[in-house]
């Protein structure tokens, strides 16, 4: 080899080299940006996750309250329309041949359609199955064939809505217990 050899091989191996470095530097950098990027996506993921559950439970305790409010508003109006019926029959001695006032009858309807548009929400299918037979037996109580059988609906409305208190009180204890472990 003559001198002339060796310094060509003195400037090319160290530019060889510096490539070679560079080269795995870069793969190096792009595979440790591309890990990086990974894990911000999967936190991002399970923060996405962690956000819709925190929002359906959100959602599902504001149903689940409104819900006790409208049938609170429910069973009253059902109450008022017994009450009417009852005071009507003691003055004619004749069941249902009366028209309930209409205050009465707008509140019927109405808590009937608020209890509907909140249970068809409600993610748990024995609090939605309760409050669907509930809002059956209102209806039966409006349109009791007597006395005897409306005062008979108007005491299983008393058990269910027991019922259907503490299911409901039990549901939002676990949504609660939920969002505290998250």
Known sequence: MSAS??????????????FIGLAFGMLSDYLKDKRLLEREREI????????????FNQFQRENLISLQEAIGKLIRA??????????????????????LSEEVDIGF?????????HYVRLHNSEIRE????LKRLCSEVALAESERVGMKNMMEISRIVEDLEERIG????RIDNIEASL
């Open 5 to 18: 050899d060796t310094n060509i091989l003195d400037v090319v191996i160290p530019i060889v080299t510096l």
């Open 44 to 55: 991002r993921d399970i923060q996405f996750r962690q956000d819709s559950k925190i929002r």
């Open 78 to 99: 059902t109450g008022k329309g017994h009450h009417e019926d009852t005071i009507a029959f003691k003055m004619s001695g004749e069941w249902k041949k009366n028209v």
């Open 109 to 117: 309807l109405n808590s009937q359609n608020l209890v509907s548009m």
């Open 130 to 133: 309760i409050s669907k037979s």
């Open 170 to 173: 039990f549901e939002l204890r």
